[in-house]
């Protein structure tokens, strides 16, 4: 079955540090993946998408990398910020009729 | 910006009651959304709608759902009687396009609690 990964259900960086953040996905061959925002008791807000033919994505402080050998992406947050704390959900449209899936997200905690 | 605005922000009701949920997609989109959240759980895909009716659904959307576009800016989400289970966030989304490397805009959601 279809399953997406998010690396840990929580994550603790110290302000200044790189965070970094894992997705994994089986049995899926997606042309494209996304990363979400969620603060609490909001919706997802988007913050970036990268192409398979594309290895890395950058837009100000965000890197997102894409292997589709491993089926991975990885999401990066360098100089993180106190204000960076919230979860973070990869998504990926799966081609069929299930819209855009999504991970569980992970849960980042910056620490002053 | 503009932004995807959905009401009520909070829905309490009984088991077995109709609920109705709202959302003014953004003006120029086309395509629409709901998913649902149950918390501490992930963000789970329910149906999209295009053109007036709907283009895709999940396994959650059954008979008990149903979407409208009732004029010409709002999108309606209606669960007909509902059970302790669809207790959830609700969100609404909407897109320019339905294409795979479309991102979607989310509304802050309605939370729906069924006691």
């Known amino acids: 079955s279809q399953k997406i990964e998010q690396n840990s259900e929580a994550l603790n960086i110290q302000e200044g540090k790189t965070a970094t953040l894992t997705c994994n996905y089986t049995n899926y061959s997606p042309a494209y993946l996304q990363w979400y925002r969620q603060d609490p008791g909001r919706g997802p807000v988007f913050l970036l998408l990268i192409r398979e033919n594309e290895k890395e994505k950058r837009k100000e402080r965000l890197k997102v990398t894409f292997d589709t050998t491993l089926k991975q992406s990885l999401f990066h947050i360098t100089a993180s910020q106190p204000a960076d704390s919230a979860t973070y959900l990869c998504a990926l449209d799966g081609g069929g009729a299930d819209g855009l899936t999504f991970g569980k997200g992970t849960h980042l905690i910056i620490q002053p | 910006e503009p932004e995807v605005t959905q009401t009520p922000s909070h829905q309490v009701t009984q088991m077995g009651q109709e609920v109705i949920l709202r959302c003014v997609p953004i003006?120029?989109?086309?395509?629409f959304y709901w998913y649902r959240q149950i918390l501490g759980q992930k963000v789970e895909f329910l149906v999209s709608f295009y053109n007036n009716e709907i283009s895709e659904k999940s396994e959650i959307f059954d008979d008990q759902f149903s979407v409208e576009r009732p004029d010409g800016s709002n999108f309606t989400l209606k669960i007909r009687s509902t059970k302790l289970e669809d207790s959830a966030m609700y969100f609404c989304a909407s897109s320019v396009y339905r294409q795979m490397n479309e991102k979607l805009f989310f509304g802050s959601g309605t939370q729906l609690s069924v006691l």
């Open positions: 003006s120029n989109h086309l395509y």
